[in-house]
């Protein structure tokens, strides 16, 4: 197992591993986030769900282990990486065969973890430290998440914010995703495309889902 | 035409280099990118300067010698090409050429355009073989094998090892090199038997040389002389995962 | 009255390998570890040999001026590999696979090196499947074959347009696995300068590091040459720009005497030159003459378009002049014909010194994509260079030098005539007489370095089990290293005003005009006193910049040469005495009435093997009779 996880291939098939199964993860949290479309009830009752479910509270911190693992070990293979080319070149021009993300993923990825950052101190914490007002859902009374996420998608600088850094997961993603599977090993010349193509609209539904909840608010607040 | 050229001059393996300028007249469209620095050098050489160093042998485009980077891209422009196979209808009168070395750290610089690619055939030894002593091989025939495998492992062996895999790769990754090789001897009923270790020690000496790794950026594959495709990739990275087993 | 003995095993034909084999001595597996043999060059030949002899248990030294033995220039080989395999169930055996190389060769071929590179044929098939060489198949999965130059059976095994490169790193595969088994041993990047001989036994070399431009000291119980051949002598030829003949020039220099060195083929599908500054010829392979048709107009001087030209004013001349072989007559008359009909003002492209090679028919009957199956590298090569499309209209193919049929004169056993030293593939003479056979060269290489020299140097070698490593510190070695030495200095020291490349040039043009495709005897004069000048003139003139203890790639081209001056003039020597045409070598004066070459039986049915006699004497001839028991001696017709 060390010689496996020792090598180069090992130590990326933990940053494919550990992405896709973010990847999955977004997409959970994107259902998620689209019953806010389904007004104050609902999320919050679904929020609270979430919030007291047992199996929640285990895979939270998979999912925090994960994350850091994606962000540790993606760095270390970086890092190495550049060591591989002391001497930059005078002039060197990709433009035949790489997209823009593929070779920017790291700088990608700080940019969505910078945002990570912002997102996590704005509504995550704010929610565990119990600074949340309060709804009555049912005749229970509970956290009003939903008058929380609401306000937020009511400031402009915030919605520009959550745009962009969606944009640049869309990126992010739109390598990573085939780039992962390719890693995995599970590609070959047929299937290549497939997952190339199967990634661009997976990112693209996945980056525009969650535009659309900032805008929406946005835009309801502000037109009317 | 008249061209400007920008090469990289450097003395010896330690010393420190630098680009250099020079001016070329006279230069023609018949010439091939080669032709024309032997021209250069000729001119040099008349001047009582040293001439240019670059490999080369074949000149056309099987032998992997030639590995320059020409503006910005291993082997110049154009699709599957060696730089020898590379001409000046490429270019235009008053272009400027930026010509460098393959760079990386496990590809050191020899002298101006030189590179040392040793590191490639200690890749090749930690495994790139099949290991059949010459009198031990079965009659050629009996062990028939589907033509689309023959050709796919034909399509992964025409690799030159000229390296300009690692010279494109922003991670200076020799990944398509050695997928090149796994994959073709994987392909095969003959060669099968051996994937397992060879992937892992190929690998383990592939990262033991300073080469970066993999991040599926495509680079190699754009620029290979030969079109060998990323897809052998992911097959290495199969035999990887399967070697761990 | 001689000093070759070519040790021919007695017995029947077919029988005399396996008896050879039966009856060599042998080496014990614990000895051999105790042996060091030295090999220079790592081609097809060399490659194949090293991973044998390393699998054996010899220590091997292996030597190569690239920076890796995949770059040697039998990856060039682009055709194919024969074998007697008989697969296309066409009649083939290794009778009649023997029997058209002795044919081919014209009869100046040795009967039974040549039945035994036949007899090793299959062998070398089955050793480099089973080291992964992607050979063509068809739809069954069986190996696939074509028919190449100069035959009529389907032998042809190959790998797209890339054979050779496919068969070089199969044997290169082999090769490494015996590097990381630590039997072999390999020094890249080095130039071999000298042989050293010790008590009349070639005990080591002096070599060159390419890099340091170190002189170094090298020793082994035997030292093998598998250098190649020597046809960048004509400056613009097939091979790479690198190949030499300085590793076989100094072995001859040493004592090891040049068989045939007149022999050279000019290959007659290439892409013709096309301007002044070309470093070298590209060949576009001979088996595209399967399905091209050869051309030029019946008008002279005809500028039109080639597709504008109908039918009926085109002059297929191989098909007019050789109907049983049309397009697929042996090289050197291939070569000839389109000599001929260029030099008769029939020629195309703007210096006239081209002929069609076309497909058009080709195309329209199987179709564009079956056509583009076969050759598809091929053509693509051909439009990169040009800028043609041959899909779209004809190639213009020209013969240019390739193939060097002459080298290092050897015995059975693959020896020289310095005990101990072995020359393998192309640096020999041995297989090919005057004219070799397509997929005839990678057949021979392949055979000598897997499975004839492995055999034959142990029965060398077995006189010296006793013999501790050769010390390289002896008087021998110093010497050879002061010799290298000096001629390094001489050539820094003259420090002229003309490149090395404008020489070699010069020589290159002198040797295409006089001692290429048709020779002499007036000519070949000429040539000798124009080398002879040429060679004064180098000694004064030429300029070899920079410092020796660098990477100076202008010394190591001047080193060579040097040694190209020499040769030359024994290349032209051995062309005016041979007063007969044979194969390759076409003496103007010795030809049919219809101009085809005329050989003479009675006068020259012997292997040329010249003696070098020290610097400033002249060269001695020694004659190897041809014995011919097995194949009937007839005027080799195509038509």
């Known amino acids: ?224 | 035409m008249k061209i400007k050229l920008k090469i990289w001059r450097q003395e010896s393996p330690d010393s420190k280099g630098g680009l250099v300028d020079y001016e070329l007249d006279g230069v023609s469209k018949e010439m091939s990118f080669l032709e024309m620095l032997d021209y250069l050098n000729t001119t040099l050489i008349e001047r009582g300067e040293e001439p240019v160093a670059f490999e080369h042998d074949c000149r056309e485009g099987i032998c992997g010698c030639c590995s320059l980077f020409i503006n910005g891209r291993p082997h110049g422009v154009g699709a599957e090409i060696t730089t020898c196979e590379l001409r000046m209808t490429a270019f235009e009168n008053g272009n400027t050429i930026v010509i460098e070395p393959w760079r990386a750290k496990a590809f050191p610089v020899i002298r101006d355009l030189i590179v040392d690619r040793s590191a490639f055939e200690k890749i090749m030894q930690a495994g790139g073989f099949i290991s059949a002593n010459a009198g031990a091989a079965p009659e050629a025939n009996s062990i028939p094998i589907p033509k689309e495998l023959a050709d796919e492992a034909f399509d992964a062996a025409a690799c030159l090892g000229c390296g300009a895999c690692v010279a494109a790769c922003p991670n200076a990754s020799a990944m398509l090199f050695v997928s090149a090789k796994i994959s073709q001897l994987a392909l095969l009923p003959q060669g099968e038997v051996e994937t397992k270790r060879r992937a892992r020690d190929m690998i383990a000496k592939m990262d033991e040389l300073g080469f970066g790794a993999c991040s599926n950026i495509g680079a190699c594959e754009a620029e290979c002389p030969k079109g060998i495709e990323i897809s052998h990739i992911a097959r290495l990275n199969r035999a990887f995962v399967a070697s761990a087993f | 009255m001689s000093i070759l003995d070519a040790k021919i095993p007695s017995g029947p034909l077919a029988d005399k390998w396996a008896s050879h084999k039966n009856s060599v001595r042998l080496v014990n597996p614990a000895n051999r570890s105790r042996l060091d043999i030295i090999l220079v060059g790592t081609g097809l030949a060399g490659a194949a040999a090293a991973s044998s002899l390393g699998e054996m248990g010899y220590n091997v030294k292996a030597f190569c001026f690239q920076d890796s033995p995949r770059r040697a220039h039998s990856v060039a080989a682009q055709g194919g590999i024969n074998a007697a395999k008989n697969y296309r169930n066409d009649g083939d055996s290794v009778f009649r696979l023997f029997h058209d190389v002795i044919k081919g060769g014209d009869y100046r071929a040795r009967e039974a090196n040549v039945h035994r590179a036949a007899e090793v044929s299959n062998q070398t098939i089955d050793q480099l499947v089973a080291s992964g060489v992607p050979f063509a198949r068809d739809y069954s999965g069986y190996l696939d074959n074509r028919s190449f130059g100069g035959v009529q059976v389907s032998r042809t095994f190959y790998a797209k347009g890339q054979t050779g490169q496919q068969c070089l790193l199969g044997a290169y595969s082999g090769l490494i696995r015996q590097v990381a088994a630590g039997k072999v041993t390999m020094y890249p990047r080095r130039d071999m300068l000298e042989v050293v001989v010790i008590d009349g036994k070639a005990r080591g070399i002096i070599t060159r590091n390419l890099v340091t431009g170190e002189v170094e000291r090298h020793s082994g119980h035997a030292v093998v040459l598998a250098t190649g051949g020597y046809g960048t002598i004509y400056y613009l030829s097939t091979l790479a720009v690198g190949s030499n003949g300085s590793a076989a020039w100094a072995a001859h220099r040493k004592g090891a005497v040049f068989g045939n060195p007149s022999f050279v083929q000019i290959h007659p599908t290439s892409m013709p030159q096309l301007n002044d500054y070309q470093a070298k010829l590209t060949l576009m392979s001979e088996s595209l003459r399967n399905d091209g048709r050869i051309w030029v107009p019946k008008e002279k001087e005809d500028k039109r378009h080639p597709n504008s030209i109908p039918e009926d004013e085109r002059d297929y001349y191989l098909e007019r002049r050789y109907p049983a072989f049309g397009n697929l007559v042996p090289r050197d008359v291939a070569s000839r014909a389109a000599k001929e009909r260029c030099d008769a003002g029939y020629g195309v492209g703007d210096t006239g010194l081209s002929v069609y090679l076309d497909f058009g028919g080709a195309i329209e009957k199987q179709g564009k994509k079956a056509i583009e199956n076969k050759y598809g590298n091929l053509f693509e090569m051909y439009r990169k260079i040009t800028g043609i499309n041959p899909y779209e209209e004809p190639m213009r193919i020209y013969p240019a030098g390739h193939y060097t049929m002459g080298g290092l004169w050897v015995d059975y056993n693959l020896m020289t005539t310095v005990p101990g030293l072995f020359a393998i593939g192309e640096s020999n003479f041995s297989d090919h007489g005057a004219n070799r056979l397509g997929a005839g060269s990678l057949m021979q290489c392949a055979g000598d370095g897997y499975f004839i020299l492995p055999v034959t140097i142990g029965d060398y070698l077995a006189d010296d089990i006793r013999t501790s490593r050769i010390p390289v510190d002896g008087p021998e070695f110093a010497a050879a290293e002061q010799e290298a030495r000096d001629r390094l200095g001489r050539l820094m020291a003259v420090d002229g005003k003309q490149t090395v490349t404008s020489f070699h040039k010069r020589l290159g043009k002198i040797m295409w005009d006089h001692c290429g495709m048709a020779r002499s005897e007036a000519g070949l004069q000429e040539a000798r006193s124009l080398i002879a000048d040429l060679k004064e003139e180098f000694w004064s003139e030429v300029k070899v910049p920079g410092r020796q203890d660098r990477v100076n790639q202008e010394l190591e081209k001047a080193w060579r040469v040097v040694d190209f001056f020499e040769l030359a003039q024994l290349m032209c020597r051995d062309a005016l005495d041979r007063k007969e045409s044979c194969g390759a070598h076409f003496r103007e004066e010795s030809q049919t009435p219809e101009g085809e070459a005329q050989r003479i039986d009675d006068e020259y049915s012997y292997v040329a093997a010249w003696e070098h006699k020290g610097a400033g004497s002249d060269h001695v001839l020694h004659k190897e009779q041809l014995e011919f028991e097995n194949v009937e001696i007839k005027e080799r017709s195509y038509k």
């Open chain 1, 1 to 224: 197992m060390s010689t496996f996880l020792g090598a180069s291939i090992g130590r990326k098939l933990i940053v494919a591993v550990s992405g896709l199964f973010l990847i999955l993860f977004l997409a959970v949290h994107l259902v998620v986030n689209l019953t806010l479309l389904a007004g104050q009830e609902t999320y919050n009752m679904v929020a609270h769900w979430m919030g007291t479910n047992p199996a929640v509270s285990v895979i939270q911190p998979v999912l925090t282990v994960g994350l850091l693992v994606h962000i540790g070990y993606s760095a270390y293979v970086s890092l190495s990486n550049w060591r591989a080319r002391p001497q930059p070149y005078y002039w060197s021009d990709p433009a035949g065969g790489s997209t823009w993300a593929s070779r920017n993923m790291l700088l990608l990825g700080g940019l969505i973890l910078a945002f990570l950052v912002l997102h996590i101190s704005s509504f995550s914490i704010r929610v565990k430290l119990g600074d949340a007002p309060m709804a009555d859902i049912g005749g229970v009374m509970t956290k009003d998440l939903y008058a929380m996420v609401t306000a937020r998608f009511e400031l402009g600088w915030y919605v520009l914010t959550y745009v962009v850094a969606m944009f640049f997961l869309g990126l992010h993603l739109a390598h990573g995703f085939h780039s992962g599977i390719q890693t995995l090993g599970l590609s070959d010349g047929t299937w290549r495309n497939r997952w190339v193509l199967l990634g661009t609209g997976y990112s693209i539904v996945i980056a525009a889902g969650y535009m659309l909840l900032p805008i929406y608010f946005f835009l309801r607040t502000h037109s009317g």
